[in-house]
């Protein structure tokens, strides 16, 4: 409700030309370690099974966190029955350097047709959320000198074009994958502070001992449940322990739920997972994640279970002005959580609204799916074919229905309990 209300004031606030505030309660939570290791996130590749930690290895030490006041909100409700978060894969809000001046680049249709544009047709399912996430895959930066010219679609977009998170109703977004350094550290530093002016929540962890301040951790607090979220980019079993350590210290920390967000996995063309990703999920969620959060494929890729926490592999694109001739579908997945009377939540659904992306023609918006063997396609990438062992598929079911039910015994249904 208070999102709708919002949604509103944004309407009324965009059509009198004014500016918009910062909205949400919100914290920041900064993990700094100034001896972490330096390398890029694009250094490991994400397609090669990752290599065992050394089991008795020293952990790494960790300051304590450090919290940054939030600016003054009106306190969140204590408890109003029902915690709906959103996700989406990856938004580009902009283009390749090659491209980002054709005449049908997203760069151009956004000034064209204004910042609003681009989550247009998503704005009725974010606005009416609690919180919703996207995975911000573009340097929002004027630094066009710092380009990378080693990478082959270097992404960049305006730094007013973050106003499109607002006025879309995304409130946090993950800042941290393989396009996060296209332009070098002052991009990087330029498209933070762009989300920053906007009121945007970001997190994500870049081990840089020159930049210890890129290591973030985040919390936000909804509806009295209080939200932590740890990113990291083409993760190796190395970066288990740095998971646990975070997720230790945001459970210290009082945290009710825990996201964490990978940007993994093999591009493109591959329907499922790799069978180290299932691997690696198992000993996230065995560390405390309440759920896992994956993109970086550029299309959809199952939806698993395991002890009944979610593990979304891929969200595929959602926004992405430079990539096409692949898999257009994608969707917004929300996850509906039962709070109880402190804030706890526990998973009630999940629920997919079923998209399709643009990439051609200057359209670009994700189009709501309404011809029943598209929306059967597009769950269809959903359900695993393969058995992984401890793991739950959806079922069945779910190609007609796109809402899984959790039940009190861990177990998946389709229908209503």
């Known amino acids: 409700m208070m999102k709708k209300r919002l949604c509103l004031v944004l309407a009324l606030c965009l059509a009198l030309g004014l500016s918009v505030p910062a909205l949400g309660e919100t914290s920041f939570l900064t993990i700094t370690n100034p001896g972490m290791a330096t390398a890029a996130p694009e250094a490991a590749d994400p397609e090669a099974a990752p290599e065992e930690a050394d089991p008795e290895a020293a952990p790494e030490e960790i300051p304590p966190l450090e919290e940054v006041p939030a600016p003054a909100a009106e306190p969140a409700p204590v408890d109003n029955g029902t915690l709906l ?32 544009w681009p989550f247009s047709t998503a704005l009725p399912f974010l606005s009416a959320d609690d919180c919703s996430f996207a995975n911000l895959e573009v340097v929002l930066t004027t630094y066009e000198r710092g380009r990378n010219k080693q990478t082959a679609f270097p992404l960049i977009g305006r730094p007013e074009f973050a106003r499109a998170l607002t006025e879309g109703s995304v409130e946090v977004v993950n800042t941290v994958n393989n396009h996060c350094m296209d332009y070098g550290a002052q991009g990087y530093t330029e498209s933070l502070a762009a989300l920053a002016e906007q009121g945007i929540q970001n997190f994500g962890s870049l081990f840089r001992k020159e930049h210890p301040e890129w290591d973030v951790v985040t919390t936000r607090t909804v509806k009295g449940c209080k939200i932590g979220m740890v990113g990291l980019s083409y993760p190796q079993n190395a970066d288990l322990q740095r998971i646990r ?103 009630e659904s999940l629920h997919v609204v079923p998209m399709k992306t643009h990439h051609k023609y200057g359209e670009y918006r994700p189009e709501l799916l309404q011809a029943e063997e598209e929306i059967r396609a597009c769950y269809g990438r959903l359900v695993s074919k393969k058995r992984v062992n401890g793991f739950d598929n959806l079922p069945q079911d779910f190609l007609t229905t796109g809402t899984v039910y959790v039940l009190e015994d861990g177990n998946l249904s389709t229908g209503r309990p």
């Open 85 to 116: 978060l959103s996700f989406v894969g990856d938004c580009s809000l902009g283009d390749a350097y090659g491209s980002r001046n054709t005449p049908l680049s997203l760069t151009k249709v956004i000034l064209e047709q204004g910042t609003a």
């Open 245 to 347: 350590d975070r997720i230790t210290r945001l459970r210290d920390e009082g945290c009710q739920l825990v996201i964490v967000s990978l940007h993994w996995g093999r591009e493109k063309k591959y329907p499922e997972p790799n069978a180290g990703q299932y691997t690696f999920a198992k000993k996230v969620i065995e560390a405390g994640a309440d759920m896992i959060w994956g993109h970086h494929p550029h299309v959809l890729q199952p939806v698993c279970f395991y002890q009944g926490k979610p593990i979304m592999f891929s969200t595929g694109n959602f926004i992405f002005g430079t990539i096409a001739d692949m898999n257009p579908y994608t969707g917004i997945f929300q996850l509906r959580y039962r709070l109880d009377g402190a804030g706890n939540p526990t998973l």
